[in-house]
């Protein structure tokens, strides 16, 4: 066990509050669940920096701070607070989530689409807890995962969405967590579950915002499950303030036929780490992961992805992209597993880095682990600092070194943008990184 | 115009210019030639800004003022322009975009208003048109992909929307076809008046067929060793350089 005792109490002290706290309409199997997780995480701790998976990215700082169960929704949160957050480049259903709990006075789902349902976790509970079951037990690669045992030990409201076949969400599926400043640190685990049958189709939207002065932790798992020919896009925005700590997994299961087409944007948080796997479980199935971090000052940002190509003929494709400035760190690790049998299988992975201070640290790593014949693998990973040849190129023709160098940067983040394709989507994944990038004034603040 | 006064430059601690001398007036068009590596590219890319060289004496003044204290954004904005042997590609930022920030900072930079989106666009494709250049190039990444005369069509019609007063041309000629060196030298021309001078470096009297000098250097050495009237370039094509540097060392 690699924690302290200290360390670990406010997590015992938080479950045992949970536990003798009234349990509402939740089904008794829950209270197991949660029990055999919690003990899961009280034997375990939080990785050291020995655990192959967690080699740079200590989970000391998310330590030494105590969290406290997250309390009901701060009533004070407003639309003009999450703006900056908000889609308006098309109408979407949107579900705000404030500290973990459901806002219904900012949410505008509506749960009465033809053949697809919405729910909050705690209403799927109710309604339907007999098929949610097995959906709530963890994924078996993540059994032994601290975080993942702290989520369903915690678990507490979340989003359900599950479509029969043949139905196409008629807009995309926003959802929102929003951190806000609290005079104590509290911790919120929100559980997001997405089942597409055959042949459905959904864009969904998962977004999480830190307001002004959030030092808040949020440890999120979504899982995600498509039926053959099922289509879901992804886009993840996570940009939460500089005090918050954000770990999310993203666990997702394919059948024939089906695409995943994931977008992580890292834009916020100052201990971040997310882990992003695909199981390509039938021939033709495909999974894209995009992704893009950009962090200054002291932020810490970690991605872990996994494609796991089960089949005959799969395919994925990754890019990820880093802007990395200040004293900030990034840990890129992408794995690709070819079973034996899936011959023709068809993986590539790109990570490219720009670092714009000599302080400012990236470790990227590829992983292949190939056990089949017949197969195309490729991957990539450059790092570098900005163009000087560009840069004087630019200045030559009148714009100065600050605004020169802030086109660089946004420049070398539109390759990511160009593979998000449909059009409005990629707008607002433009704007939310806009927002995030060094502007003109600031570049030198990078440095 | 520009006065350049016993120029000394280093690039990694190498001698490239020993002793360059240069005065250009405003309405002039100079061409310099010169044997490969004798640093021509390294006095127009001095003359611009660029990092990496370092003067270790002499001056070089622009309308009065000290150009080597200026960073080349400024430079930019005071008139130069430097049409690049090899222009650099940059992905991800597009050409029409390049050409209207670059447009509005040195419109800025005069104390004048910036232009309407429509009119400047307008304007932009008219000297498209007259360059040759498709009007798809306008959405394409800076010189990304484009062949060798496309570039160089590019620098020059990016010099027909900045309209400086000094433009500096390195080797603007090489690798054009027939054709294209032709569209090239009309662009050139086009923008020859007695308020702009121009600084062509070239290998070749093609070029100078088409846009007639008023003088022309020998860059060698590090120095000019010769200069002449257009007649000097004639005499070039036909007996090389040695001649030029036999006369110098006597
Ligand atoms: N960054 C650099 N590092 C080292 N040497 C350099 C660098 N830049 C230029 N040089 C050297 O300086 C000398 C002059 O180069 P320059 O490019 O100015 O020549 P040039 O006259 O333009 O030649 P060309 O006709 O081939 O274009 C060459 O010997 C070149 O190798
Ligand atoms: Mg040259």
Known sequence: ?447 | MLSIKNLHAKVEGRDILKGLDLEVQAGEVHAIMGPNGSGKSTLVHILAGRDGYEVTAGSVSYLGKDLLSMVPEERAHAGVFLAFQYPVEIPGVNNVYLLKAAYNAIRKHRGEEQLDAMDFLAMVKAKMQFMEIDPSFLNRAVNEGFSGGEKKRNEILQMLVLEPKLALLDETDSGLDIDALKVVAKGINRLRSPERAMVMVTHYQRLLDYIEPDLVHVLAGGRILKSGDKNLALELERRGYDWVLAEAAA
């Not at chain 1, 579950?193 to 939207?205: E, G």
């Not at chain 1, 770990?247 to 994931?262: A, D, I, T």
């Not at chain 1, 570098?384 to 946004?410: H, K, M, N, P």
Request: proline share 4%.
């Open chain 1, 1 to 447: 066990m690699n924690m302290t005792s200290a360390a670990l109490r406010p997590y015992v002290e938080g479950f045992k509050t949970l536990e003798t706290a009234p349990a509402g309409n939740a089904p008794a199997w829950l209270a197991g669940l949660r029990r055999d997780a919690f003990a899961r995480f009280a034997d375990r701790g939080f990785p050291g920096e020995r655990h192959e998976e967690w080699k740079y990215t200590s989970t000391r700082p998310l330590e030494k701070r105590a969290f406290s169960l997250a309390t009901p929704a701060h009533d004070s949160v407003s639309a003009r607070d999450i703006a900056p957050i908000l889609v308006h480049e098309m109408p979407v259903h949107t579900l705000v989530f404030v500290n973990g709990n459901p806002v219904a006075a900012l949410s505008t789902a509506s749960s009465a689409i033809r053949g697809l349902r919405i729910f909050s976790l705690n209403q799927a509970l109710e309604q339907n807890a007999v098929v949610l079951q097995p959906y709530l037990i963890p994924e078996s690669v993540w059994a032994d995962d601290a975080f993942t045992a702290l989520n369903t030990a915690f678990l507490k409201d979340g989003v359900v969405v599950d479509s029969d076949a043949k139905v196409q969400l008629d807009r995309p599926l926003q959802l929102i967590f929003v951190s806000t400043h609290q005079t104590s640190s509290l911790a919120c685990h929100p559980r997001i579950l997405v089942r597409l049958a055959n042949d459905s189709q959904a864009t969904l939207i998962e977004t999480y915002l830190g307001l002004e002065g959030a030092a808040n932790f949020t440890n999120s798992y979504t899982q995600i499950v498509l039926g053959e020919n099922a289509r879901l896009e992804h886009l993840r925005v996570q940009r939460e303030s500089l005090g918050d700590f954000h770990v999310s997994r993203v666990h997702v299961s394919q059948q024939g036929g089906s695409s995943y087409l994931s977008h992580t944007l890292n834009l916020g948080g100052l201990w971040v780490r997310t882990d992003l796997q695909a199981r390509l479980e039938a021939p033709l199935a495909e999974a894209v992961f995009n992704g893009l971090y950009a962090v200054n000052g002291r932020q810490h940002v970690d991605n872990h992805t996994r494609v796991d190509h089960l089949a005959p003929a799969t395919r994925s494709n990754e890019l990820y992209r880093g802007i990395i400035g200040g004293h900030a760190r990034a840990v890129f690790n992408g794995k690709v597993v070819v079973a034996k049998h899936a011959v023709k299988t068809d993986a590539a992975q790109t990570s490219n880095n720009l670092l714009l201070s000599r302080t400012a640290e990236i470790d990227t790593k590829p992983e292949l682990e190939i056990y089949a014949d017949d197969v195309k693998c490729s991957h990539g990973a450059t790092i570098g600092q900005l163009d000087e040849q560009a840069l004087f190129y630019l200045r030559s023709r009148g714009i100065d070194l600050q605004t020169a160098r802030a086109l660089l940067v946004e420049a070398f983040s539109l390759k990511l943008l160009e593979r998000i394709p449909a059009s409005r989507l990629r707008a607002y994944a433009a704007r939310q990184i806009k927002t995030a990038l060094p502007r003109q004034s600031a570049v030198a603040e990078w440095a």
